[in-house]
C-alpha cells in the first residue's frame, strides 16, 4: 500500500505567490523525508530534506515544515517562479534500511508569469 | 559531481524479449537503486543493491531480476518483456544520506 500520500496531484501559482504541497506518511520508524524536483526529460534531484527532530527546514525559497505527531509534512515555495514549474516528490524513508525511498505519486507544479 | 549514467535512454523492444537495462556510478557508492516512474504512480522501487552480488526486492519485484557483479554497476534485466512494463526506469545511487538519479531510460515493449 502507499506507505506516503501527496496532494494535490497538480497546483498552478501565479508567480511571486506560495506553492504547497503536503504528505502524509504511515510508518512512525521513518526518519528521513526528503523532497525531490523533477523536470521534463530528467531525473529527480534531491530539493531539500528534513529529520523528525526538527520542525522545520529552510533553504533559499523552500522550506519544509514537519508535524510529526501528525505524521504530515509539507514543502512551502516561498516566491514561486516560472523557473520552478516541475513535479515535486515527496519521499521517506528509514536510514537503517539502506535509503530506499517510499515515495508519494507526486505533484506537478505550474508557475504563471 | 556525483554521475548515475544510464546507457540506454530510448529503447523499443518486443514482447517477450530479453532486455538489459544498464546503470553505471562513479563515486563508488555502496547502494545502488532501480525505480520505475509511471505518470499518476510516482516513483516505484522494483530492487534495491547494497553491495557487490547483494540484493534485495523492492514493491514491485514481479517480471524483474538485478546483477551486480561489480560495485560501480547495476543492472535491470526483464527476462521476458511484456507490454505493462513500458515506462520509464530510473537508476539511482546513495552517498551518505543523499540518492542521485541518473537521467532514466525510456522503455517501450510493442
Known amino acids: 500500500q502507499q506507505q506516503v500520500k501527496q496532494s494535490p496531484q497538480s497546483l498552478i501559482v501565479q508567480k511571486g505567490g506560495i506553492s504547497i504541497i503536503n504528505c502524509a506518511y504511515e510508518?512512525?520508524?521513518?526518519?528521513?523525508f526528503p523532497w525531490y524536483q523533477q523536470f521534463p526529460g530528467k531525473g529527480p534531484a534531491l530539493l531539500i530534506a528534513i529529520r523528525p527532530d526538527v520542525s522545520e527546514k529552510k533553504e533559499g525559497r523552500f522550506t519544509i515544515s514537519f508535524n510529526k505527531s501528525a505524521k504530515q509534512f509539507s514543502l512551502h515555495i516561498m516566491d514561486s517562479q516560472p523557473g520552478d514549474s516541475a513535479t515535486y516528490f515527496c519521499?521517506?524513508?528509514?536510514?537503517?534500511?539502506?535509503?530506499?525511498?517510499?515515495f508519494g505519486k507526486g505533484t506537478s507544479l505550474l508557475v504563471t508569469p | 559531481d556525483v554521475k548515475v549514467t544510464q546507457s540506454s535512454r530510448y529503447l523499443v523492444k518486443r514482447t517477450g524479449e530479453k532486455v538489459f537495462l544498464e546503470c553505471v556510478q562513479d563515486m563508488d557508492h555502496e547502494n545502488m537503486f532501480w525505480y520505475r516512474q509511471d505518470p499518476g504512480l510516482g516513483l516505484r522501487l522494483i530492487y534495491f543493491?547494497?553491495?557487490?552480488?547483494?540484493?534485495e526486492k523492492g514493491d514491485i519485484p514481479e517480471g524483474y531480476s538485478v546483477s551486480r557483479e561489480k560495485k560501480e554497476r547495476f543492472s535491470l534485466i526483464l527476462e521476458s518483456a511484456s507490454t505493462n512494463q513500458t515506462s520509464m526506469y530510473l537508476c539511482?545511487?546513495?552517498?551518505?544520506?543523499?540518492?542521485?538519479f541518473g537521467e532514466g531510460s525510456w522503455l517501450t515493449v510493442v
Open positions: 519521499a521517506a524513508t528509514l536510514s537503517n534500511s539502506g535509503y530506499a525511498l517510499n
Open positions: 510508518n512512525t520508524a521513518f526518519d528521513y
Open positions: 543493491s547494497y553491495d557487490v552480488k547483494m540484493k
Open positions: 539511482a545511487s546513495r552517498l551518505v544520506d543523499t540518492i542521485y
